[in-house]
């Protein structure tokens, strides 16, 4: 939590005391700031859903016991889209038409999050995403066209253009493709298209896989014939331990290293096939090694709310979110959409990882990580804060 804004609330906290003390009508006694918050909470992807649900709620304790914002509470107002379009659209009509939320945060899938974006806009309620990376959500905000959505993630264009060009620095030119067929992984190759020519780059076989499909060894004995020096995987985290053991059994492993997104960096992925993930490079948003003050403090505070649970990525992206949506609501002193959008579109918030700003599309200028597995562990090897060029789409 940036330190202007936590010193803010305990001094309107101790305003709140005084006039409770004098019996005179006091903010907290307000109704509470409703966020819903929709993302896959049954189903596959239901333990992301999981992360974000609890970073969500550490993060409204957190504003909520710093006596809130304006000392009114945060209250979190959960939604399962099952991580698909239309699950997740009927969840945003509820928070919408029955819960009557004042703002959403979602969806942790892209394709969910595309679905949202029209029915926020006309009912001109804010939505901040904090965990979908398909580049089509700001291609199409700010001012692209949907006013009330921003996005608080890294971009997939920024992540494909930073893994490839460190790929190629490292003598890796030619790529198997191997992502999952959704949104988010058709939307990364595509943008790894665009950049492919000015980096040298030679994608030598294209393939796409199904959520809860556990064979790959047919395609991995391609890849292994095609002449590649690494595979390009933007894919989920359940998926890439079976991947990388089956790289082991077809002699992949220590020969073409994984390059993209996966939760590679992920203990329990490289635990489950170490050789197979060595040198795997990968562009994080953020992971639970990174070192600094804020982020170790944050990592403490969720295992400690968790019983020892580790953190992910969407536990800390939502954790974030949520702060710089209450700053942004403060400093515009009102939860009218339209003055947050202006408090959003000009707000300096200064998170763990750094400044984050909002561009023209409401997308967020932040730190991404560039980290390789060396020796079984996450080495971060620097970090990025790419600029998105719209006009070269």
């Known amino acids: 939590m940036n330190t202007t804004f936590a010193y803010r609330h305990m001094a309107r906290a101790s305003v709140l005391a005084i006039c409770a003390a004098l019996a005179l009508p006091a903010f907290a006694e307000e109704a509470p700031i409703k966020i819903g918050l929709v993302s896959p909470n049954s189903g596959a992807n239901a333990r992301y859903g999981t992360f974000a649900q609890r970073g969500a709620e550490l993060a409204a304790k957190e504003i909520n016991d710093a006596g809130g914002i304006d000392g009114r509470k945060v209250e979190i107002i959960p939604a399962d889209s099952v991580c698909t379009p239309v699950e997740g659209v009927s969840a945003t009509q509820r928070l919408l038409n029955q819960d009557k939320v004042d703002f959403i945060i979602g969806d942790i899938c892209s394709s969910v999050t595309l679905a949202m974006q029209p029915l926020v806009e006309e009912a001109k309620v804010v939505l901040v995403n904090a965990a979908s990376s398909n580049p089509q959500i700001t291609y199409k905000a700010g001012v692209g066209g949907y006013k009330y959505s921003f996005r608080n993630y890294p971009t997939d264009e920024i992540r494909a253009l930073s893994v490839a ?9 030619k790529f198997a493709v191997l992502s999952v067929d959704s949104d988010y992984g058709r939307g990364a190759i595509d943008f790894t298209k665009k950049y492919i020519a000015d980096l040298g780059v030679e994608l030598v076989s294209e393939d796409y896989y199904k959520e809860g499909e556990v064979d790959f060894r047919a395609v991995l004995t391609k890849i292994r014939t095609s ?5 390009l995987m933007y894919g989920l985290a359940d998926t890439t331990p079976i991947v990388a053991r089956q790289m082991i059994e077809t002699g992949l492993a220590g020969k073409l290293p994984l390059i993209g997104n996966g939760e590679f960096s992920a203990a329990a992925t490289i635990e489950a096939a170490p050789k197979a993930m060595e040198n795997a ?16 403090a944050f990592v403490s505070t969720y295992e400690a709310a968790y019983d020892g649970e580790e953190p992910n990525n969407h536990a800390y992206g939502h954790w974030e979110t949520v702060h710089l949506l209450a700053q942004a609501i403060d400093e515009a002193d009102s939860t009218d959409s339209d003055a947050v959008v202006a408090a959003l579109e000009k707000v300096k918030f200064e998170g763990p990882m750094g400044e984050i700003t909002f561009d023209d599309h409401h997308q967020a200028i932040r730190p991404m990580l560039l980290l390789e597995i060396k020796d079984s562990a996450p080495v971060v090897t620097g970090s990025v804060a790419g ?3 719209y006009t070269a789409n």
Request: cysteine-free.
């Open 165 to 173: 060009k460190y790929a190629t620095e490292k003598g890796l030119k």
């Open 281 to 296: 490079i990968e562009a994080a948003a953020w992971l639970p090694a990174y070192d600094s003050e804020g982020s170790k």
């Open 387 to 389: 600029v998105v060029d």
């Open 227 to 231: 002449g590649a020096d690494a595979i």
